[in-house]
T-cell receptor, first 116, second 113 residues
Framework: DSGVTQTPKHLITATGQRVTLRCSPR?????VYWYQQSLDQGLQFLIH???????AKGNILERFSAQQFPDLHSELNLSSLELGDSALYFC???????????????FGPGTRLTVL | GQNIDQPTEMTATEGAIVQINCTYQ??????LFWYQQHAGEAPTFLSY????GLEEKGRFSSFLSRSKGYSYLLLKELQMKDSASYLC??????????????FGAGTRLAVHP
């Protein structure tokens, strides 16, 4: 158990809908990262928040957005869902803001999103 | 840019040793990580190398050669539970000092009795 929690574990929805995925980082971690992992594909970095502020963006679609709240939990919002958005969505947390080369990311159990 | 290559699949026998290679090209190398991921589960951290050489952690060891852009993960005394994907991830320093972590596609290891 990494100490990172994600809810829900599974989510089934229809095309065109909007969903919110939630992540709570490990105690003491200020950074939250979101990744997408499609079937048989590697982890694709979406976005990084540090202490409430956006630090870096990866290949995140405009239909997707995220935020980190004062209690440091984060939410990833996915809208106008398409079949191709079906994937595992992981969040990870780390202590620092991305400038330390020793900073290790610890992953939550993921949310499996199925768009029908 | 960033390019990480690792074999797609490997098979090995229980009790044996297996080496999973990873080669990378990066403009600002700042560390390499190995993660283990069982199907449908979260990646779990295995090892970290930033200097050349071997890091040993029980049955798992990881080696890095920065000049060759090469790393390997060595798994000894293989157990059935080691059947999983192994992800090589390279930390690349971007302008402004931000470190971005880029993952390879992973190597799926199957351990047979």
């Amino acid at each position: 158990d990494s100490g990172v929690t994600q809810t829900p574990k599974h989510l089934i929805t229809a095309t065109g809908q909007r969903v919110t995925l939630r992540c709570s980082p490990r105690s003491g971690d200020l950074s939250v990262y979101w990744y997408q992992q499609s079937l048989d594909q590697g982890l694709q970095f979406l976005i990084h928040y540090y202490n409430g502020e956006e630090r870096a963006k990866g290949n995140i679609l405009e239909r997707f957005s995220a935020q980190q709240f004062p209690d440091l939990h984060s939410e990833l919002n996915l809208s106008s869902l398409e079949l191709g958005d079906s994937a595992l969505y992981f969040c990870a947390s780390s202590v620092a803001r991305g400038v330390l080369n020793t900073d290790t990311q610890y992953f939550g159990p993921g949310t499996r999103l199925t768009v029908l | 840019g960033q390019n990480i290559d690792q074999p797609t699949e490997m098979t090995a026998t229980e009790g044996a040793i297996v080496q999973i290679n990873c080669t990378y090209q990066t403009s600002g190398f700042n560390g390499l990580f190995w993660y283990q991921q069982h199907a449908g589960e979260a990646p779990t951290f295995l090892s970290y190398n930033v200097l050349d050489g071997l890091e040993e952690k029980g049955r798992f060891s990881s080696f890095l050669s920065r000049s060759k852009g090469y790393s390997y993960l060595l798994l000894k005394e293989l157990q059935m539970k080691d059947s999983a994907s192994y992800l090589c991830a390279v930390r690349e320093m971007k302008p402004g000092g931000y470190n971005k972590l880029i993952f390879g596609a992973g190597t799926r290891l199957a351990v047979h009795p």
